[in-house]
Nanobody, 123 residues
Framework: QVELVESGGGLVQAGGSLRLSCTAS????????AGWFRQAPGKERESVAA????????DYADSVKGRFTISRDNAKNTMYLQMNSLKPEDTAVYYC????????????????WGQGTQVTVSS
């Protein structure tokens, strides 16, 4: 069993930045692919970014490429999402997730979910 806890959400003006953190406990986090998802009001949950076991491979949704950076520190059992140049359309609840690989996480095959953290971007 792996437990995931997100932090770092909040309210920020358009053009600002936030860094989300996801801390894992339980089984070794280094053995899992991981990623971030978000769900906006009235929208389906969507993948934002994913990262491989070692952090050597990453994948981003087209809407966030060049603005968001996913990273992980396995020694600290923590994953991060650095969000820059935030836009109002980035407003959503952001969830961290862990699965077998980057590819399976992207496909929605997720073994563990965090509870989510709210990100609100004002215009």
């Amino acid at each position: 069993q792996v437990e995931l806890v997100e932090s770092g959400g909040g309210l920020v003006q358009a053009g600002g930045s936030l860094r989300l953190s996801c801390t894992a406990s339980g089984r070794p986090f280094s053995r899992y692919g991981a990623g971030w998802f978000r769900q906006a009001p009235g929208k389906e949950r969507e993948s934002v970014a994913a990262i491989s076991w070692s952090g050597s491979n990453t994948d981003y949704a087209d809407s966030v490429k060049g603005r968001f950076t996913i990273s992980r520190d396995n020694a600290k059992n923590t994953m991060y999402l650095q969000m820059n140049s935030l836009k109002p359309e980035d407003t959503a609840v952001y969830y961290c997730a862990a699965g077998s690989t980057l590819r399976t996480v992207l496909a929605g095959t997720v073994d563990y979910w965090g509870q989510g953290t709210q990100v609100t971007v004002s215009s």
